[in-house]
Nanobody
Framework: QLHVVESGGGLVQPGGSLTLSCAAP????????MGWFRRTPGKEREGLVC????????NSTKSVKGRFTISRDNAKNTVSLQMNSLKPEDTGIYYC????????????????WGQGTQVIVSS
């Protein structure tokens, strides 16, 4: 079963940037659409931004559009999330997930999940 691993979380000041990475040792990620999701205190896990298997299509939620960018390097078998202009409300646990078919960027559509990496945006 596919197992994905996130890295890159940490503490960042408001307005700052952070890049998260996702890898799947032993698996070929280009067989999967990938997505980044977030769980913030008191809220359900939400889809942020997702990318198709070949990287030609993405979809993102309104709250992060223009600030968060997903990319993938299938040669290196990694998926990244570049986060800019971070806000305190971006604080949460960030998850990478995979699914075979690219579609809606919602938790219910994704099958394989990492353990998450924490991001704290605070001064």
């Amino acid at each position: 079963q596919l197992h994905v691993v996130e890295s890159g979380g940490g503490l960042v000041q408001p307005g700052g940037s952070l890049t998260l990475s996702c890898a799947a040792p032993g698996f070929t990620l280009d067989l999967y659409a990938m997505g980044w999701f977030r769980r913030t205190p008191g809220k359900e896990r939400e889809g942020l931004v997702c990318i198709s298997r070949d990287g030609t299509s993405t979809n993102s939620t309104k709250s992060v559009k223009g600030r968060f960018t997903i990319s993938r390097d299938n040669a290196k078998n990694t998926v990244s999330l570049q986060m800019n202009s971070l806000k305190p409300e971006d604080t949460g646990i960030y998850y990478c997930a995979a699914v075979q078919e690219f579609g809606q960027c919602v938790s219910e559509q994704y099958e394989y999940w990492g353990q998450g990496t924490q991001v704290i945006v605070s001064s």
